[in-house]
T-cell receptor, first 113, second 110 residues
Framework: NAGVTQTPKFRILKIGQSMTLQCTQD?????MYWYRQDPGMGLKLIYY???????DKGEVPNGYNVSRSTTEDFPLRLELAAPSQTSVYFC????????????FGPGTRLTVT | QKEVEQNSGPLSVPEGAIASLNCTYS??????FFWYRQYSGKSPELIMS????GDKEDGRFTAQLNKASQYVSLLIRDSQPSDSATYLC??????????FGSGTKLNVKP
C-alpha cells in the first residue's frame, strides 16, 4: 500500500500561471483534505471532501478549487498563482467512523515568483 | 473563527527530562484532540489522540485533557534527542474538520 501520494514534490510557478496538485490514496478512506503550511506555522485547511462528489471550503479557500470524482483522487487546482500561495501543501485522509487519525502525504513545496 | 493556540517555543530540555507541551482551544463543543509530531521538511505524524477528560498514556507520551479549561497538553518523559521536532496540536470539529495550532518546536539537548 502506497498510502497517500502527492505529485509533484516541488514546483516553481510564475505569477499568473495555473497548476494542479495531485493527491491519490489507496486506503479507501472517505475523507480527504488539503492543507497549506507556511514557514513556522501550523496547517490551514483549504478544502475537504467527505466522499466522492462532495467537497466543501475550509479556512483559506480563496484562489483554489477542488474536485472529487473518485474515492482515490482529490486534486487541488491553483488558478492565477500569486506569491501569497508560496507554501507547502499537504494532502491528508481520514477513514471516518470512530477513527479520526489523519494520514498525510509527503507534501508539495510550491514557490510562486 | 475557531482558534488553537500553542506557544511557538523553542522549548529546550536536557536529555532524560520531561518535556511539557501545552495547547488551548476556543470552541467549547470540541470533542476530539490530537498531537502530531513533525520533523523538519516532513509531513505530520500522529502521536496521540484523546477524547475524554483526564490522562491517556502511550509509552513515554501522556496526553492530558481538561475540557472545562479548554486545555490539552502532551508530556514526553525521558526525552531523547530524536524527540526534537515541532509538535502540532489539532482539534476536530463537526463534519470531520480539523484545526491546527501553529506548533511548538522542541529541542532536546544531549
Amino acid at each position: 500500500n502506497a498510502g497517500v501520494t502527492q505529485t509533484p514534490k516541488f514546483r516553481i510557478l510564475k505569477i499568473g500561471q495555473s497548476m494542479t496538485l495531485q493527491c491519490t490514496q489507496d486506503m479507501n478512506h472517505n475523507y480527504m483534505y488539503w492543507y497549506r503550511q507556511d514557514p513556522g506555522m501550523g496547517l490551514k485547511l483549504i478544502y475537504y471532501s467527505v466522499g466522492a462528489g462532495i467537497t466543501d471550503k475550509g479556512e483559506v479557500p480563496n484562489g483554489y478549487n477542488v474536485s472529487r470524482s473518485t474515492t482515490e483522487d482529490f486534486p487541488l487546482r491553483l488558478e492565477l498563482a500569486a506569491p501569497s500561495q508560496t507554501s507547502v501543501y499537504f494532502c491528508a485522509t481520514v477513514s471516518g467512523g470512530t477513527n479520526h487519525e489523519q494520514y498525510f502525504g509527503p507534501g508539495t513545496r510550491l514557490t510562486v515568483t | 473563527q475557531k482558534e488553537v493556540e500553542q506557544n511557538s517555543g523553542p522549548l529546550s530540555v536536557p536529555e532524560g527530562a520531561i518535556a511539557s507541551l501545552n495547547c488551548t482551544y476556543s470552541d467549547r463543543v470540541s470533542q476530539s484532540f490530537f498531537w502530531y509530531r513533525q520533523y523538519s521538511g516532513k509531513s505530520p505524524e500522529l502521536i496521540m489522540s484523546i477524547y475524554s477528560n483526564g490522562d491517556k498514556e502511550d509509552g513515554r507520551f501522556t496526553a492530558q485533557l481538561n475540557k472545562a479549561s479548554q486545555y490539552v497538553s502532551l508530556l514526553i518523559r525521558d526525552s531523547q534527542p530524536s524527540d526534537s521536532a515541532t509538535y502540532l496540536c489539532a482539534v476536530k470539529e463537526d463534519f470531520n474538520k480539523f484545526y491546527f495550532g501553529s506548533g511548538t518546536k522542541l529541542n532536546v539537548k544531549p
